[in-house]
């Protein structure tokens, strides 16, 4: 059992995770913390986006040493923003266990480095899927789980996906709907490009759906 769970993220931040962090942090033993990020891309400024990661973790760890006599648990929920940081000591302590997401896996074998060295500093990484598990597992990181985003939405008020189709005029066609933000890591671009391979016939009978913001 663990005394409390702290979770690491950008407060504020509207696009971000701010709002479910903002949920759970009602949750009894749940704390939020900050990592005053100032978004500095690293292909565009690659000595400063590395000086704000390393600022960005070493005010974390400060701020989770303020437990130090509890059990917790630290969750990053933008892992993506610390893997790459070359030189760093084990996080994961005695009474500390150490979780992180990432949202987009690494194409580069340099990424794909910092990234295993970064397993051997925490307790776990969470994967979204068997595929992006599977991925990890393919480089060698075992200390990964796959837990599938949840949705916590009511649809027993809902209509029949046939029922919807009919009302809208899309019967008899196949829908595919993409929803979240409209970013790279999304994948968005390889959906609409694979579109050219099929046949006018079959492109006719296809409604792609966009929800998100561009």
């Known amino acids: 059992m663990y005394d409390r769970i702290l979770l690491v993220d950008l407060v504020g931040d509207t696009v971000g995770h701010y709002c479910m962090m903002e949920s759970l ?14 978004k500095i891309k690293l292909r565009k400024s690659p000595i400063k986006g590395y000086v704000e990661r390393y600022r960005m973790l070493y005010k974390v760890i400060r701020e989770v040493n303020r437990y130090k006599g509890e059990k917790v648990i630290v969750h990053f929920l933008t892992g993506d923003k610390f893997y790459g940081i070359p030189l760093i000591k084990s996080l994961e302590k005695e009474n500390r266990k150490i979780i992180a997401n990432i949202h987009s896996f690494p194409d580069s074998r340099i990424q794909r480095m ?100 561009p």
């Open 25 to 38: 942090s009602k949750v009894d033993k749940t704390v939020i913390i900050d990592t005053h990020e100032r």
């Open 114 to 213: 910092l990234l295993k060295n970064f397993s051997n500093k925490i307790t776990t990484f969470v994967a979204t899927s068997d595929y992006e598990r599977n991925q990890f597992v393919e480089i060698g990181i075992n200390n990964v789980v796959c837990i599938p985003w949840p949705s916590f939405y009511d649809y027993s008020g809902i209509e029949s996906k046939q029922a919807l189709k009919k009302k809208m005029g899309l019967d008899g066609n196949i829908v595919i709907t993409a929803l979240g933000g409209i970013r790279f890591e999304k994948g968005l671009d390889i959906l609409l490009t694979s579109f050219k391979y099929l046949s006018e016939e079959e492109k006719e009978k296809i409604v792609v759906n966009i929800v998100g913001k």
